[in-house]
């Protein structure tokens, strides 16, 4: 079952073209990789699909919603995560995850159990009143994601979900992406660390806009003759226009 549908969808800033024709599908539960250097076009990208963004043609479709006539209905049916963890550092951490449940109009009653379930299943019973900002940026970040699917959403998009934090971290946070899929959550994920696209079962990457290569971590390599993704991305990345200068 495909749960996102891109048709050509482009974004234009003036003459400056961000996402260029791009045309892709993602199916349900998928753990689907979308890489890019900085400045390639993913994040802009990623918020046209989120209903942030307008785009300038094209079309896509996210959880059974046209992007651009139901917005509103799209930012309903998914989860998000930014890369500054959209975390309200003044609020206390059980504050943080109530006001959320508010956002996505959790029923009162549901959103207390799930509350003290989550702060149970994260370890953080004890830091219930401390304040987010008090936090190391670990929990934060495991914290953000545990908030980002508190509704249950249908899809939940991560932008460079792991940036700054540990290896060790970053393998927990990828346990709970896992678990996430496995419930039937779809994950869209864009992120800077090419050892995680490893972890995709698909990945796409852009370069200048436009998708320069999408498949299976293990296709790419033997299409690419890569040892790892790394290798793959580093092939794709010269591609771009400022190695032509």
């Known amino acids: 079952m495909k749960v996102i549908t891109v048709e050509r969808l482009t974004k234009k800033f003036g003459d400056f073209t961000a996402v260029d024709n791009i045309s892709f599908e993602v199916e349900k539960g998928e753990i689907f990789g979308f890489l890019g250097a900085n400045g390639a076009g993913k994040t802009t990208a990623m918020r046209m699909l989120c209903g942030l963004l307008k785009p300038t043609s094209g079309k896509a479709v ?36 109530r006001l959320y449940a508010g956002i996505y109009k959790v029923p009162e009653k549901e959103s207390k159990e ?59 946070f990828w346990e709970m992406i896992y678990k996430a899929s496995e419930s039937g959550i779809t994950v869209f994920v864009t992120t800077h660390y090419m050892d995680e696209a490893e972890y995709c079962d698909r990945v796409s990457i852009m370069v200048d806009g436009r998708i320069e290569a999408l498949d299976s971590p293990g296709a790419l390599k033997r299409e690419y003759g890569a040892a790892d993704m790394d290798e793959v991305f580093r092939k794709l990345a010269k591609r771009s226009k400022i190695f032509e200068k």
């Open 62 to 97: 996210v959880a059974g919603y046209d992007i651009e006539l139901e917005a509103e209905k799209v930012k309903r049916s998914i989860g998000y995560m930014s890369q500054k963890f959209a975390l309200y550092e003044d609020l206390k951490v059980w504050e943080n995850i």
């Open 114 to 172: 799930k509350c003290d379930h989550l702060l149970k299943e994260l370890g953080l019973e004890d830091e219930r009143e401390a304040f987010v900002k008090s936090l190391p940026l670990g929990w934060k970040q495991k914290l953000a994601f545990s908030v980002s699917i508190f509704h249950n959403p249908g899809i939940v998009f991560l932008d460079e979900p792991t940036g700054g934090v540990d290896p060790a971290t970053r393998r927990q």
